[in-house]
């Protein structure tokens, strides 16, 4: 029988940080009970990973900040007990696993918390290798954390989080830098951790679709920083769903593209929130789709994109990435053409990248050309982001195996390359070098030195269009995750380059602004901007690339439009990938994507 004492009380918190003039999140009171798995949801800025941080004690005793209220955990005061003690109580898993990590080895790095609990050494051991197992990581165990990838480091990090055997286990964001076997991996680790039903786990995430076979609760905090829902998660969505895509939260994949369904004339009642579900409301005659897509007229074919800008004119916008559409076989062939008939914008030849004696990337060939959104894709550890690095120059490729935009990046100077290819970092703080956000965004421009008046002119311009102008004189380390991405594409985009390369371009986004920074990007493209993504979200690519690329044990394994990829899911299962279950039901159903 489950203890009905709470392993977490929070009574009437808020946190203020230094600069804030608000406190976010505000008088939030709940409790948390053995065995539940309770997802935490809200806006970007609402103060999600701010509550996280208090869970623990890291705020007030490491993180500056006015906290009021209470958080017992474990039955321990946070503003009274050592963080190493509460560290027992609650175990935490960053945003950014880099955060975290201190040691030189994996098996040192789980080994690395219970040592200082001071376990007998058999039982570190044990725990060590349990949760190196669980994650998928004990055959790297030797091997020093820098050689992991990014995906590779979150799976350490709820490694290290397992290995503590605390009670509660807070996970912020733990699967976005994952691809889905990973995703698949780290829930049934955790599963088996709940499965005992001594533990619970509070979780922040906006994969919703791997989520909700998980979590058995889910509280949702409003722009503010207060509870405006709490409860049963079907209930939750179901009951609130107008109110929250009004807020923009994340919500799971098959109910997005329901609600846009609804919108273009379908009953699907109750509302799915699975892709199953979805296929069965869809079986059971709740859609409508209309005619073939080769046989829809122009008129039919209009995408739920458009009626989506519609909206925003109107002041109606759902915020919602996922688009529903009829995409005609004909735009894709003029796509192709189009494609074909250009001068690529960006050439590798032979690419081969090293990282000390390890080949990372092997003989790479590509040619993007201009005007495209190409995303990368493969499994954690392919190569994506090491190939991005490398094209942009941020990882110096060899002489001559790489041209953008008529340069060589491992000869151009830092400001020439600048001015041709912008590169958003997939953890927005390792770009981040000045005190303020404006001074942040005005250094590029410096160096190329432009006029104060011009500099003050398009900083300005770019604080408005990423919703950052109350945010000027902030230092770039205290915004919230979805701030810090906002302005790391806005330092890239300041120098106006022909190519903009993003790393995981929505990690760290709500609904909202996702949908808010993809419609840019189409933005930028519509004018002439080349775009290249790397992204686990294969269910992004599909809907709003018009290239992909996948690699394969950092070789080229596929190449080409990503209408034509998209239709063998062989190309994608045997770079161990899978086509997401939401493409497939709509593919399925009549339904594209667009």
Known sequence: MRSSAPLLRVRDLSITHADAARPSPADVTFDIRPGEVVLLLGPSGSGKSTLTLALNGLIPHAVPATMTGQVVAGGLDTTEALTATLSTRVAMVFQDPDAQIVTGTVYDEVAFGPENLRLPLDEVRARTEGALRRVGLWERRAENPDRLSGGGRQRLAIGCALAMGSPLIVLDEPTANLDPQGIDDVYAALADVIAAGDRAILLVEHNLDAAMSFVTRTIVLDRSGRIAFDGAPADVIREHVDELVTMGVWLPAATIAALRMRDAGATLDPLPLTPDELAAALAAGGSSPGPPREERSDASSRSLSEERSDETKRGETRGIPHRVSSRSARSTTEERATTAAAQPIVRAHGLTVRRGRTEI??????????????????????????????????????????????????????????????????????????????????????????????????????????????????????????????????????????????????????????AELLTLLHDLRAEGTTILIVTHDLQLVAEHSTHTIVLRDGRMHAAGTTADLFRSERTFTEAGLRLPPLQRVLAASGWAIA
């Open 361 to 514: 990337l092997h003989g790479i060939d590509l040619d993007i050309a201009p005007g495209t959104f190409t995303a990368i894709v493969g499994t954690n550890g392919a190569g994506k982001t090491t190939l991005l690095q490398a094209l942009a120059g941020v990882v110096p490729p060899p002489k001559r195996q790489v041209v953008v935009d008529g340069v060589d990046p491992a000869a151009a100077s830092p400001r020439d390359l600048a001015s041709r290819i912008g590169f958003v970092f997939q953890n927005p703080e390792h770009q981040f070098i000045a005190h303020t956000v404006f001074d942040e965004l005005a250094h590029g421009l410096r160096l190329r030195h432009l006029s104060d008046a011009e500099i003050t002119e398009r900083v300005q311009s770019m604080l408005a269009r990423f919703g950052l102008e109350a945010k000027a004189d902030v230092h770039p380390f205290l915004l919230s995750g979805g701030e810090k991405r906002r302005l790391s594409v806005g330092t890239a985009l300041i120098t106006r380059p022909g190519v903009l390369a993003l790393d995981e371009p929505t990690f760290g986004q709500d609904r909202a602004r996702a």
